[in-house]
């Protein structure tokens, strides 16, 4: 990439590059596959951390912009996504309903949950025909993210991000589990994501975190611990808009149980 000088703003710059090339073809294959779009945000998410990492080296007028594309990008994605995570989770219940009562008002229910998603999936194309337009924005960030001025990065710049990225994950701890409210445990997830992303960028960069005291294994475990509760709000959000169907019970007893069931977290020490 032209700029790119020194040996660490190389790697990252062709780090770069290639989630972008990565997002752009899943995007070109999220029309026909929900696969897709999870490939397609996990990219921009992967993208973003990467990015929060050098904005200071780099200098925040040429990442910024960048930046609040890719999160317009997710965004326009986020319904997509959360809809088929509502069905997956759906499925999984209905695959562990404790007895006939509840498997029937499952299978009553899966099919209605899917017609809902195939409505978001026909919107979207109808709007944004083989997601072109969103293909297109991928490939112009690629033209912006090749004219950043790699040349500034060193490895130092990345521990220090990593190191911001750390202290901002553990104040987002400390208040979530203060109020234990979902909008701050899903805030305590993003977070916790991105600081996970950023460990996994730094190991495929080879680069020491000197020191930065996380275990990759805790914080992931931590995000899985949090995602399974976001996906049970989720899906108890899309059933509470099924309460109107007629001879449905849009909430199995078991699912009730579930979500309010404790489940432990395991936070950052």
């Known amino acids: 990439m032209p700029g790119a000088s020194s040996r660490t703003g190389k790697r990252v710059a062709a780090l770069a590059a290639d989630e972008i090339q990565v997002l752009a073809e899943a995007l070109a294959a999220a029309p026909a596959t ?65 007895g006939a009562d509840e498997a029937a008002s499952w299978d009553a229910l899966t099919p209605l949950l899917a017609l809902q998603q195939e409505h978001r999936v026909a919107d979207a194309l109808a709007d ?6 969103r293909q297109a924005q991928a490939h112009r960030q690629a033209e912006g993210l090749r004219a950043l001025p790699w040349h500034r990065l060193h490895a130092n710049d990345l521990r220090h991000g990593l190191s911001r990225s750390l202290r901002r994950q553990q104040r987002t701890q400390e208040i979530a589990l203060a109020s234990g409210s979902l909008e701050d445990l899903h805030d305590l997830r993003r977070k916790s994501r991105r600081l996970r992303m950023q460990l996994n960028a730094l190991k495929r960069l080879r680069i020491s975190t000197h020191g930065v005291a996380v275990a990759t294994g805790d914080i992931a475990d931590l995000v899985d611990q949090l995602g399974a509760l ?35 977290i395991h936070p950052l020490a």
């Not at 490939?39 to 973003?48: G, H, M, Q, V």
């Not at 050098?54 to 999160?71: E, F, H, N, Q, W």
């Not at 944004?128 to 337009?133: A, E, K, Q, V």
């Open 34 to 98: 929900a696969a897709g779009v999870h490939e397609a945000r996990k990219s921009i998410r992967r993208l973003r951390s990467l990015l929060a990492l050098v904005r200071p080296a780099l200098g925040k007028s040429g990442v910024k912009p960048i930046d609040d594309v890719m999160k317009s990008l997710a965004k326009s994605l986020s319904a997509l996504r959360d809809g088929q995570v509502v069905l997956d989770t759906a499925h999984d219940c209905a695959r562990h309903a404790a």
């Open 128 to 133: 944004d025909p083989g997601f072109m337009r």
């Open 230 to 264: 976001q996906d049970l709000a989720l899906l108890q959000r899309s059933l509470s808009t099924l309460e109107a169907v007629p001879h449905v019970h849009a909430t199995p007893v078991a699912a009730r149980r579930r979500m309010a069931r404790p489940s432990p």
